[in-house]
């Protein structure tokens, strides 16, 4: 299921073992380079220590109650993860984040990213346009694949080809209906056909 990222902030994370929460979530870390989402930031009273994370591996499932693990000894420090530490202190987000497409062309920022509930991959970004191209346009969906290059603070994108360029400027062309315009010539009635 796709679900916005955000929607998954201030989750509680249950505990199998005692059937309480034990945490909440408060971001998430993700690796720019693969847009997964390698572990959840978590807060609450009961941490030993702060930061504390949840690793997408130790998630025995998500429910609609939270996340479920089996113990708190599933929570580890940012000594525990080491492939995200590097992640976590460049404080990278894609919430913000400058899109472009491999022509140079700005395409706006991005508001918000749309994740894959089984995989915690990142599969879209929503992206807004940018002020003026607002009036006129809606807003941008992207897809991981058009995806080329993801930077601390911009992303690439393919650009549109031609065909879709063509195709998005008929698209925008007002419909004549050739019926109207021309005066069609007109049946004769019945009776003039009698003489």
């Keep these: 299921m796709l679900l916005v ?4 902030f201030d989750m509680p994370v249950m505990s199998l073992q005692t059937g ?8 998430a870390i993700i690796d ?31 429910s609609d109650i939270g996340f479920i693990v089996d113990s708190s000894d599933e929570i580890v420090t940012l000594d525990d993860i080491v492939v995200a530490k590097d992640i976590y202190t460049k404080h990278a987000r894609l919430e913000g984040m400058h899109v ?13 990213s749309i994740m894959s509930t089984h995989t915690f991959r990142i ?20 897809h991981r694949e058009q995806i080329v290059d993801v930077t601390d603070d911009t ?34 009635s019945a009776k003039a056909d009698r003489r």
Excluded: C, M, W
Excluded at 41 to 54: I, K, R
């Design 32 to 62: 720019l380079a693969t847009l997964h989402i390698l572990a959840y930031e978590l807060s609450g009273a009961q941490l030993d220590s702060h930061p504390s994370f949840l690793r997408i591996e130790d998630i025995r499932e998500l």
């Design 5 to 8: 990222t955000s929607e998954l």
């Design 155 to 188: 992303i690439v994108v393919r650009a549109a080809s031609n065909d879709n360029q063509q195709r998005a400027k008929l698209e925008k062309q007002p419909f004549i209906n050739p019926f109207r315009g021309a005066s069609s010539p007109q049946p004769e």
């Design 123 to 142: 599969e879209q970004l929503q992206v807004s346009r940018p002020f003026l191209q607002s009036f006129t346009e809606t807003g941008l969906l992207i």
């Design 100 to 112: 472009f497409d491999d022509h140079g062309t700005k395409l706006g920022k991005v508001l918000q």
């Design 20 to 27: 309480a929460e034990i945490a909440q979530t408060s971001s």
